[in-house]
Structures are given as C-alpha cells and as structure tokens.
C-alpha cells in the first residue's frame, strides 16, 4: 500500500525513461498498466524496469483495439509515453481525444528533444542529449575526450525521473482543478535544469568550459580518484576544509606541501592542483584498496572504494539499507525514497506481453463477450 495507492497510470510500452517512469510509480504503489505489442519482448530484456505491472496486449493497427485501449485511458489518472512527437496522433490515442473523453487526465508525453524545436522530429539517444546540453563536454580526464557516463544521466535522471515528478504534479493539480493536462518533458530539458549551477559557476569563473576542468569535474587533487597497490582505486570528496585537514592527517600527507593549497578554500586556484594530484596519487599507491578502506572508511574524509556492481550489491552498507532486493533470483535496486507511514509494496516480477489483457480490459467496462471477440480476432492478445 504504497503512497501511491489507488492511482492508475496507463504506460505505452517503450524503451529507457518511460518504462523507468513506469517503474518508479509502480515501485510507490500505483498501479501501472503496460500496453504492449503482442510479440513485445521488452519486458523480458529490461525486466527491472518493466517491474509490478500489468500488461495489455494488443495490435494498434486495428481500431478495435484502440477503442479498447481508449476504454480503459478513460478511467486512468494518467498516461505515460515515449514515442517521436505525432506517432500517438497517429495511432488515433493522442491528447485531444483522450483528453476529451477523460478530462482529468494526465498526459505525460517522454521525449529526448521535446515536443517542439528543429530537432523534435530527430532520433536520438542518453549521449546525443546530454551533448547538446553542455554537460558531456564537462565529463572525462583533462585534455582527454568527453566520456559517455553510462546512460543514466539524460535517460533515467533528466528524463524518467522528470517524467515521474512532472506525472505526480500535474495529478495534484487535477484533483484540485478537476483539469487535467498534458506534461512535455525532454531529457534534454531534464539535463539543462541539473546543469543550472554548472552554467551559473561558468558565468562566475568556477566552472571551466572544458572537459575534465573545474574542482568537481576531477581536475582537483582533493576531489579525484586515485589507483592503490593492488590496481583498484579510490574516490575522494574532502572540498571542504576541515575534511581536507583530515584528508591530509589520514593519508600522511606532508603537510608543508598540502595545506597552504586546500585550506584557504578558494575553488578557483587551480595553480597546484596538478603537483598536488601526482603527490597524492604516489601516496594511494602505496597501500591496496582493503588497506585505504581500514583507514578512511566511515571517516570524515569524504572517502569511499570505487566497487564493482557485484561488490556493491554485498556491500556492509547496502545489505544494512536493503538496497538490493531479490526478484525471482535476480538482485534488483529496491523501491526508493522511502516512507515513514506508507510502505512500498515489494516488487512483482514483470510478465510477458498481454499476462493481464482480459483482467485489464473486463475493469474498464468491456463484456466478456466483447473481450472475447477481440481475443479471436487477434485485435488483443492473452498470454496469462
């Protein structure tokens, strides 16, 4: 009975942010229906993603099937999608007429470039968007080329998450309105709103416009990671003083060479960064990760091993938070933030393509001889 309880979101099935959309309202309890392709077989490759849902399965092609469909929009709080701007038009299921039939809606529309703008019509992928908003020049080792950050940034943060945060206002909004609206958000929009203080600290002097540069960026020896003995490494984050003091004292830094350069805390004298960082990487390198971990670890210092996936899921702190639960044998991040009062439901695993359709299409009002005819008619598709 998690706090979203009781609300319904239709997700139109898709790949990267819309299923994690999806995801994290269903993590919260909402209860999200998956309209899929009969042959879809998403839910089994991204199977996290595609987590606690129920799934119709139908053919769009067939005007039966988006009545169907429509029938059960109509009673939904929201819909989620990612396809190019027009293609739900197309598909006779866009906002005007869902709109029209459920006037609460919300229709919440996933793109990488918008709804709007020259490149609206575009594919694109997580990497195109992040380049275009600044922040991929910004990401990689000094004087290297930018490094693809896995594509969690425009994809899950600046997009999916948006997408969720936008979903759940515009909600508010229409149970106090009684309006419902349609919710445009980019990934690139997405990315640019996290990018504010970058842009801000560029216009300030704080933030070089180059990759690898600037104090959070890793050009700065005191927020970095450093290789030990053993060929694994480290990550520091002592910016502020009085960590970097206990930086320096953990480490067995020499202080003569080392506190004149952090103290004063001036983020934008990068004059000794470069020396500072050679220093200390000759000192990582003089003990193995385990070695680092005994001393630092739970310190102060801002300090913490760079784990592989394997290691982070049975990691002390992790297996204490429950971080990683168990999904038919698979290991899967649990349902976040969490609450106080309301508890989120354990996740169910996903299920194939049209698991759900007659249950899905009987709660929207349909008979069970009109789902029947449908079935036969290959309009929409049971696999439960």
């Known amino acids: 009975m998690g706090p979203l309880n009781g609300i319904t979101i239709v997700e139109m099935a898709g790949l990267g942010a819309t299923p994690f959309c999806g995801m994290m309202l269903a993590d919260l309890g909402a209860e999200v229906v998956r309209v899929e392709r009969p042959d879809d077989q998403s839910s089994i490759m991204f199977a996290p993603l595609c987590r606690t849902r129920k799934s119709l399965a139908c053919d769009l092609k067939s005007p039966e099937a988006v009545a169907a469909v429509l029938s059960v929009i109509d009673k939904a709080d929201g819909l989620i999608e990612g396809f190019r701007p027009g293609v739900m038009e197309r598909l006779g299921l866009g906002p005007d007429v869902c709109l029209k039939r459920n006037p609460t809606l919300v229709y919440g529309r996933m793109t990488g470039w918008g709804q709007q703008g020259p490149l609206s019509q575009a594919a694109g992928h997580d990497l195109n968007y992040l380049a275009l908003t600044g922040a991929l020049h910004l990401i990689g080792e000094k004087g290297g080329k930018p490094v693809p950050p896995l594509n969690i940034v425009a994809d899950y943060g600046g997009g999916g998450m948006l997408l969720a945060y936008g979903m759940l206002a515009a909600i508010l909004s229409a149970r106090t309105t009684g309006k419902g609206q349609i919710v ?201």
């Open 184 to 384: 445009d958000a980019a990934m690139l929009d997405g990315v640019n709103a996290m990018m504010s203080l970058f842009h801000h600290w560029n216009h300030a002097g704080l933030q070089p416009d180059e990759t690898g540069a600037g104090f959070l960026a890793g050009a700065a020896h005191y927020y970095s990671t450093y290789e030990t003995r053993d060929g694994r490494y480290v990550s520091i984050g002592s910016i502020e003083p009085q960590f970097y003091e206990l930086l320096i004292e953990q480490a067995g830094l020499d202080r003569a060479s080392f506190e004149p350069y952090g103290f004063k805390w001036d983020l934008r004298d990068s004059t000794h960064w470069a020396r500072l960082k050679t220093a200390m990487s000759k000192v990582f390198l003089s003990k193995t990760l385990d070695e680092w971990c005994q001393i630092m670890e739970g310190s102060d210092v801002c300090f913490a091993p760079v784990l592989t996936m394997a290691e982070a899921r049975e990691h002390p702190h992790n297996k204490a938070r429950k971080a990683f639960i168990e999904v038919e044998g698979h290991e899967q991040a649990a349902p976040a933030p969490r609450f106080s009062h309301t508890k989120n439901p354990a996740p169910s695993p996903a299920v194939k393509a049209g698991n759900n359709s007659r249950e899905i299409l009987s709660a929207s009002g349909l008979s069970e001889e009109k789902i029947d005819t449908l079935i036969k008619s290959g309009a929409v598709t049971q696999t439960g």
